[in-house]
């Protein structure tokens, strides 16, 4: 089994799907490079925020051709410039934001592009190429917000291992030292992200360096609360913890360890206790094991607004927009 494999299901999924995918960063090479693939391949019907005119010269200037297809918005002109701003003035008044900054913001491509995903004017947003991911994920939840039931936005990455086997990591990327609340939802999200993307059920293991009360310590009855949490949030849910991970990845060890867990030894959503745990482990995978990582996915906002590495490759940019596809169903 390739690599490739699960992002090219996730991108012929998203080809059935004619979702409307819209990018803030319409002055960046790699977003339009990825734009007008997404848009020959049929994967989504990509929408640019900027001015039109010069869009389209900086495009002809870094040798791409643009097709006249891809809509490219300019905020300020579009006719739904005051709707939103006054939508968005409504939305935080309370929070102390005038009509004037209302106004200011949305004149702000990242703003605009969010508003339009709230208003179903596009599905989802993939930003975060050249924007950073604290501006991207401020517009995410000042404009878009949070669903119900979640207590936090979080993120997961999909790892993909060369023998075909896939799994979810979260949270490697927003929450750097989540309580039990939010780790409970972290895991609750993750869980739905994984059945959504990858179409398998989830086993969702709550990760420590301890099992079923193998160690005592502060963050393993965080871990332990947590999963209480999510139970309680999701009754249905297949979830244990604490477990450690091999406890959690391999039958011969979760079978020993915890012998009555639900999940010990087939877990594919894999929950880690902070931030440094959660990255770490991912690019461990990704370059010992060769996997290939797709993420960060952001989950836990009412519609989805992703974010991108200023590191990512125009191919990325494609695959984050496929995932967002599949999100917005």
């Not at 339009?116 to 517009?139: E, R, Y």
């Not at 979830?239 to 030894?265: W, Y």
């Not at 836990?300 to 995932?323: C, F, H, K, Q, Y």
Request: hydrophobic share 40%; charged share 20%.
């Amino acid at each position: 089994m390739r690599i490739m494999k699960l992002i090219d299901e996730i991108k012929s999924k998203a080809s059935k799907l004619n979702k409307r995918i819209v990018f803030p960063e319409s002055m960046d090479v790699r977003t339009l490079k990825a734009a007008i693939f997404l848009m020959d391949n049929k994967i989504c019907t990509p929408i640019l925020i900027g001015d039109s005119n010069e869009v389209k010269l900086f495009a002809s200037k870094s040798g791409l051709n643009l097709p006249d297809s891809i809509q490219i918005i300019h905020p300020v002109s579009d006719p739904r410039f005051v709707e939103y701003s006054l939508w968005f003035f409504e939305k935080r008044k309370s929070k102390g934001l005038s009509e004037d900054a209302a106004k200011s913001l949305m004149q702000s491509s990242l703003y605009f592009a969010a508003s339009m995903v709230v208003h179903n004017d596009a599905d989802g947003c993939v930003s975060g190429a050249v924007n950073t991911t604290g501006d991207v994920l401020k517009a995410a939840f000042q404009v878009i917000g949070m669903k119900k039931g979640s207590s936090v936005v979080s993120s997961i990455f999909l790892m993909s291992l060369p023998d075909g086997r896939n799994f979810t990591y979260g949270d490697c990327a927003v929450v750097p030292y989540p309580d039990s609340e939010q780790l409970a939802s972290i895991a609750v999200d993750s869980a739905e992200t994984h059945e959504r993307l990858i179409g398998t059920e989830p086993k969702v293991a709550m990760l420590s360096f301890s099992t079923k009360g193998s160690a005592k310590h502060d963050m393993v009855g965080l871990v332990q609360n947590a999963f209480h949490i999510a139970k309680r949030k999701n009754p249905t849910l297949h979830i244990d913890g604490e477990l450690q991970f091999d406890a959690a990845l391999l039958p011969e060890i979760g079978n020993k360890k915890a012998p009555d867990s639900e999940v010990a030894g087939i877990a594919n959503v894999f929950i880690f206790p902070n931030l440094d745990a959660g990255n770490i482990a991912y690019k461990i995978t990704e370059r010992l094991a060769g996997a290939t990582a797709t993420g960060p996915i952001i989950q836990g906002l009412n519609a989805p607004m992703n974010d991108l590495s200023r590191g990512s490759s125009w191919e990325d940019i494609v695959n984050t927009a496929a995932v967002t596809c599949l999100q917005a169903q």
